[in-house]
């Protein structure tokens, strides 16, 4: 072997390991060195779309990289769902993921392509309760009101839904469970179609985060009879929670959360999670989560993965209970 080759060979092996001392470690510590996608599994507009634009921008800043939203609806969550869990496990690919499709789609639809498992929690950013409401024309103004009417004239009511195994469709059935009626689910595609009928009045209720019901409710055309989260909502001051209403036990809030590849390391987690925190302490995120019906709400990486834990446990329950299939 000539001194030439002997002396590339000595470099490359200097080389290889210099990389391999780096390793994940060493990508680690200059994470993020490109740009950061945040896959959303819905359409735009709709609340965990609102979520991940809030949290995008400054994200990137507090990052010193660029967050791209990227749109991948259909399949109850699962084309959104399928990409993070097939992405590299680097912190470059995450998901703003909706707890409906976490913690009820598992139980609905055991055939998806991705599992529980297959992401890890890195941070809860938005919760916001549903808001239960009723079209105009309603002889019903109040919680227990609609549950006597129910009672009164069983499977009369139709209730609205984004699709079946929604959560919409799951808070429905939870209402039929602990108010002892019978209503009838009328599945959609989408809230968008769901609250067109409901203003129509060709369904009588639906359920849903409140964003795209509040300028209805200012105008009369719904009326919002109950919230089904823990406390009112500051937007909504005087609807009463479902408790207050006489159903302590019909909570039912979604929860919008970043998840990333299960393999993700902790360390890149761990960053995620402290700028996440920073942002939504912040006056200006907070004031933006209230003008949306909801609120910030800061878990950590172990806060959210006990809670998304519990949560699908707890549905669970649910929609055995209501005997709930996939289409």
């Known amino acids: 072997m000539t001194p030439h080759h002997t002396r590339r060979s000595a470099l490359l092996a200097l080389a290889a390991m210099a990389a391999l001392a780096a390793g994940p470690a060493g990508a680690q510590g200059n994470y993020p060195a490109k740009p ?6 819905t359409a ?14 400054p994200l990137g800043k507090a990052l010193g990289q660029t967050v791209v939203v990227d749109n991948r609806g259909g399949a109850n969550g699962a084309v959104a ?12 690919t995450l998901l703003m993921q909706y707890s409906g499709y976490h913690v009820i789609t598992p139980h609905v639809n055991t055939a998806s392509q991705w599992s ?37 004239n069983p499977g009369k009511l139709n209730y609205a839904s984004s699709g079946n195994g929604s959560l919409q469709h799951v808070t429905g059935a939870m209402l039929e469970q602990q108010a002892g009626i019978q209503m009838n689910h009328i599945p959609y595609k989408g809230t968008g179609p769901a609250l067109q009928d409901l203003l129509g009045g060709q369904v009588d209720l639906t359920f849903g985060t409140p964003p795209p019901y509040m300028p ?6 719904l009326r919002a009879l109950a919230v089904t989260g823990k406390t009112r909502v500051a937007s909504l001051p005087n609807v009463p929670t479902a408790a207050e209403a006489g159903l302590p036990k ?10 990333a590849p ?24 907070r004031q933006k989560a209230a003008e949306q019906g909801a609120a910030a709400d800061y878990m950590s990486p172990q806060q959210l993965g006990d809670y998304s834990r519990a949560e699908l446990a707890r549905w669970g329950q649910v929609v055995k209970a209501s005997k709930i299939q996939a289409d």
């Open 262 to 285: 299960a393999k993700t390391p902790q360390a890149v987690v761990d960053r995620l999670g402290a700028e996440v925190a920073k942002i939504l302490a912040t006056p200006a995120f």
């Open 116 to 152: 529980f498992d297959d992401l890890r929690p890195v941070a809860n950013v938005l919760s916001a309760p549903q808001v239960i409401v009723v079209r105009e024309g309603l002889p019903v103004k109040t919680l227990a009101e609609l549950v006597a009417y129910a009672k009164a």
């Open 81 to 92: 769902a399928v990409a993070v869990k097939r992405a590299e496990p680097d912190g470059y």
């Open 216 to 221: 209805h409710i200012a105008t009369g055309k």
């Open 250 to 259: 019909l909570d039912a809030t979604s929860w919008f959360a970043v998840f």
């Open 36 to 41: 950061v996608t945040l896959i959303v599994p």
């Open 44 to 57: 735009p507009g709709g609340t965990t779309d609102i979520a991940a634009r809030m949290l995008a921008e």
